[in-house]
Each structure stands twice: as structure tokens, then as C-alpha cells.
């Protein structure tokens, strides 16, 4: 049974920084690629930053030059470092496979606030 635990959230004040860890169970990280998603009070799932099974990173235009998503295959574990954050960056973060396979899949998530 797949499972995901997403940590490292909190409360910050716009400009801080949090890291983000997701670490899997029941599934090899290195066989996907992966990705960081939110969801904003009152939004739609967003994807953030997605990372191939080589490290190749992408990101959403919103958080370029801010974010930087990175993995370790070898512990099952993927991060998002997250730098210079704003109010609007306030959202549950999730992370999961980018396959269609896992569309309806959703961990419980890490809550991120970010105040002015």
C-alpha cells in the first residue's frame, strides 16, 4: 500500500523560508517522476515544482527563482525548499507521482502559512 507523509510545514512571515520533506512507503521513488502540489484556501490543486527520476526540475512560473525542488532516491524521500515566501504561497502542500495513475490519490498534506 502506497504512502506518503509530507512534513515540514509551519507559519512564517512573508521573506522566510520553510523545507519541505516527503517520504514514501510501499512505492520506489526512483521509478517516478515526482512532483509538489498545492492547494490555496478557497483554489484547485496547483503543481508546483515536479523533478524526473534523473533530478531534471521544473516549476510553476509563480514560484521560479524561489522554490527548488530536490530528491534522494536512495532514502525515498523528496524536498521542497521553499525561499522568499509570500502570503499567497499560503496552502497545504502535497507531494505525489505526476502519473494520471495517481490523480485521485492525495496524502494528508503539510500546511504552509505565510503572513505580511
Known amino acids: 500500500q502506497v ?3 509530507e512534513s515540514g510545514g509551519g507559519s ?3 521573506g522566510g523560508s520553510l523545507r519541505l520533506s516527503c517520504a514514501g512507503s510501499g512505492i520506489l521513488f526512483g521509478n517516478y517522476e515526482m512532483g509538489w502540489y498545492r492547494r490555496g484556501p478557497g483554489k484547485t490543486y496547483e503543481l508546483v ?3 524526473t527520476s534523473d533530478g531534471s526540475a521544473s516549476y510553476t512560473d509563480s514560484v ?6 530536490s530528491r534522494d532516491n536512495a532514502e525515498n524521500t523528496v524536498y ?5 515566501l509570500k502570503p499567497e504561497d499560503t496552502a497545504v ?3 505525489k507521482p505526476t502519473l494520471p495513475s495517481f490523480r485521485a490519490y492525495w496524502g494528508q498534506g503539510t500546511q504552509v502559512t505565510v503572513s505580511s
Do not use: G, P
Open 3 to 5: 504512502q506518503l507523509v
Open 12 to 14: 512564517v512571515q512573508a
Open 49 to 51: 515544482a515536479t523533478i
Open 64 to 69: 521560479k527563482s524561489r522554490f527548488t525542488i
Open 80 to 84: 521542497l525548499r521553499m525561499n522568499n
Open 93 to 95: 502542500y502535497y507531494c
